[in-house]
């Protein structure tokens, strides 16, 4: 039963290895060394061949990314690399939380040193190459500190808390796991731009002035309360600009890379806040988070089904049954339930996206929208003829073409009243 298992393991990694690289595949068919009529207008020439060497880049680095990985997986699996490691951990201590909280901070720690030179030349290379990196050494290694200190503090206790409820609580530890798991979700999406962005970014008020009377403007006609309008620093790391809503209820805020403010014009900044101020008013957030928590609870359920089962732990090289090995194995087996949950999650998430525009649309108007997202794609040098099996596949939101077109059908004369510049 034991050799089964690995061999079904083994075989789902190789399997959602191929698929991806089939996906991008299919994606460099749809490349082309002349700018094709449907992007012109949107591209120029030069800068249509500095996007598709940009997607070229990336693929190559993803390919290497992704393979390094698989291999390693796979030589933990076929040589006993997970069972070593849970040896060694038994050797240090035989608290199961402390077992939990070594092995898979060893296995962290190894998964960073072996991504940290690749993500190092991404980031001083690549997006330096193309214009987009303005992170300092000094950045990315506070940046790297940072991020292992809320690994250690957030995820820790996480952890630590999952297996103390498996010790105390028996077959219904999956249940107090979910609600502590939606309890941290709720608390993370109410309170993130105010307790963990200020460690890697300032923040500040959007300034008095003719921008921020026009948002307020626009927030009291959809019948939106908004009292906290930011600008983030994110050109501290990069070139490329954003937009995002966070928060819920008295604690709800709009954010704004100075970025986009810098390059973008009164009219299309109100237009793109519209659409965040749409997910919100439609209610997107609210739907995210609640099938979040029914599949977190699904995916609980059923490793609480499979967790005491001996087989889960001496698959992956283990001599005895461990906590960490059964969560580890079941989330290997579990990983194509999660591909299909992310191909679903994604064509919700473009549908809210569609939704979204066209509240944007009928409450403010198309055309600076339109413009608005033409910028955003040509500036980060978006790929706007990915192959639709990858878009439907990995896309949480619609391609640049069909958002223009979905929008053209919204557009009027009186956008113009908008004070649409395109």
């Given at each position: 039963m034991e050799q089964i298992l690995l061999y079904v393991i083994i075989a789902i990694i190789v399997l959602d290895y191929v698929f991806d690289r089939w996906m991008d595949y299919l994606n460099t068919t749809r490349w082309s060394r002349v700018l094709p009529d449907s992007l012109k207008g949107i591209y120029d020439e030069e800068k249509y061949r500095k996007s598709q060497?940009?997607?070229?880049v990336n693929m190559r680095f993803g390919l290497i990314s992704s393979t390094l990985s698989f291999a390693f997986i796979l030589l933990m699996l076929l040589f006993g690399g997970f069972g070593y490691l849970d040896e060694a951990v038994r050797r240090i201590s035989t608290h199961p939380i402390l077992m939990a909280g070594l092995f898979f901070g060893l296995l962290g720690l190894a998964s960073d040193i072996l991504s940290t030179p690749l993500d190092l030349y991404r980031t001083f290379v690549?997006?330096?190459?193309?214009?987009?990196?303005?992170?300092?050494?000094?950045?990315?290694?506070?940046?790297?500190?940072?991020?292992?200190?809320?690994?250690?503090?957030?995820?820790?206790?996480?952890l630590a808390a999952f297996v103390w409820f498996y010790q105390a609580?028996?077959?219904?530890?999956?249940?107090?796991?979910?609600?502590?798991?939606?309890?941290?979700?709720?608390?993370?999406?109410?309170?993130?731009?105010?307790?963990?962005?200020?460690?890697?970014?300032?923040?500040?008020?959007?300034?008095?002035?003719?921008?921020?009377?026009?948002?307020?403007?626009?927030?009291?006609?959809?019948?939106?309360?908004?009292?906290?309008?930011?600008?983030?620093?994110?050109?501290?790391?990069?070139?490329?600009?954003?937009?995002y809503f966070s928060g819920l209820g008295p604690k709800k805020r709009i954010v704004l890379f100075d970025t986009l403010v810098k390059e973008h014009s009164k009219e299309e900044l109100v237009a793109v806040l519209?659409?965040?101020?749409?997910?919100?008013?439609?209610?997107?957030?609210?739907?995210?988070?609640?099938?979040?928590?029914?599949?977190?609870?699904?995916m609980l359920y059923l490793l609480g089904l499979f967790i005491r089962q001996p087989a889960l732990s001496v698959a992956l090289g283990a001599e005895e049954v461990s906590f960490h090995m059964g969560i580890l194995a079941f989330g290997l087996l579990y990983s194509p339930i999660s591909l299909l949950l992310g191909i679903l999650s994604n064509r919700l998430s473009r549908r809210y996206e569609f939704e979204a525009?066209?509240?944007?649309?009928?409450?403010?108007?198309?055309?600076?929208?339109?413009?608005?997202?033409?910028?955003?794609?040509?500036?980060?040098?978006?790929?706007?003829?990915?192959?639709?099996?990858?878009v439907y596949v990995h896309y949480s939101h619609p391609p640049l073409l069909e958002r223009l077109k979905h929008l053209d059908h919204y557009a009027r004369d009186g956008d113009q009243s908008a004070g649409d510049t395109p």
């Open positions: 060497e940009y997607s070229r690549i997006e330096e190459r193309f214009g987009f990196n303005r992170t300092t050494p000094i950045t990315y290694v506070t940046d790297k500190i940072k991020g292992w200190a809320l690994a250690i503090i957030l995820g820790g206790g996480l609580a028996g077959e219904l530890f999956w249940l107090y796991a979910w609600i502590l798991f939606t309890a941290f979700s709720v608390l993370m999406m109410m309170f993130y731009s105010t307790l963990i962005v200020p460690l890697f970014n300032k923040q500040e008020p959007l300034e008095e002035g003719p921008l921020r009377e026009a948002i307020e403007a626009f927030a009291r006609k959809a019948g939106f309360r908004l009292d906290n309008i930011f600008v983030i620093d994110g050109s501290k790391r990069s070139a490329k600009a954003n937009a519209a659409h965040e101020i749409g997910h919100y008013k439609k209610k997107h957030t609210l739907k995210g988070m609640l099938i979040s928590v029914l599949t977190t609870g699904v525009d066209a509240f944007a649309a009928e409450k403010y108007a198309a055309r600076p929208l339109q413009s608005a997202l033409k910028k955003l794609s040509v500036n980060h040098l978006s790929n706007l003829r990915p192959h639709p099996a990858y």
